[in-house]
Nanobody, 127 residues
Framework: VQLQAFGGGLVQAGGSLRLSCAAS????????MGWFRQAPGNQRELVAG????????RYGDSVKGRFTISRDTAKNTAYLQMDRLTPEDTAVYYC?????????????????????WGQGTLVTVSS
């Protein structure tokens, strides 16, 4: 199983980026996919998670109203649209996936909840 995250880069504050996470080797259409981020010296934190059926999402408090997670089950892919970026959003962004969505969104922020992780993509927001 591979999760390939891409779309990171350098953007000015106030700008937008769209990240993609493509999964291969297993279908996550019945599971959960999420985005986490980790800045130097910080713990990995939830950015957003979504049940791939689409009826449950959860966002980290710092990105609510600015970021949107979406998914395409046919492509086994999750997306993260990031708008109104600030320098505080600078981090390595990781995608993660869990095969089963047999728990509610209360566990989406727990890194142990996920079965697979991608390699990360760096997002740098300049002021």
């Amino acid at each position: 199983v591979q999760l390939q995250a891409f779309g990171g880069g350098l953007v000015q504050a106030g700008g937008s980026l769209r990240l993609s996470c493509a999964a291969s080797g297993r279908s996550f259409s019945s599971g959960v996919m999420g985005w986490f981020r980790q800045a130097p010296g910080n713990q990995r934190e939830l950015v957003a998670g979504t049940k791939m059926s689409g009826d449950i999402t959860r966002y980290g408090d710092s990105v609510k109203g600015r970021f949107t997670i979406s998914r395409d089950t046919a492509k086994n892919t999750a997306y993260l649209q990031m708008d109104r970026l600030t320098p505080e959003d600078t981090a390595v962004y990781y995608c993660a996936a869990r095969e089963r969505s047999n728990w509610g969104s209360t566990l989406y922020a727990n890194t142990n909840f996920y079965d697979y992780w991608g390699q990360g993509t760096l997002v740098t927001v300049s002021s």
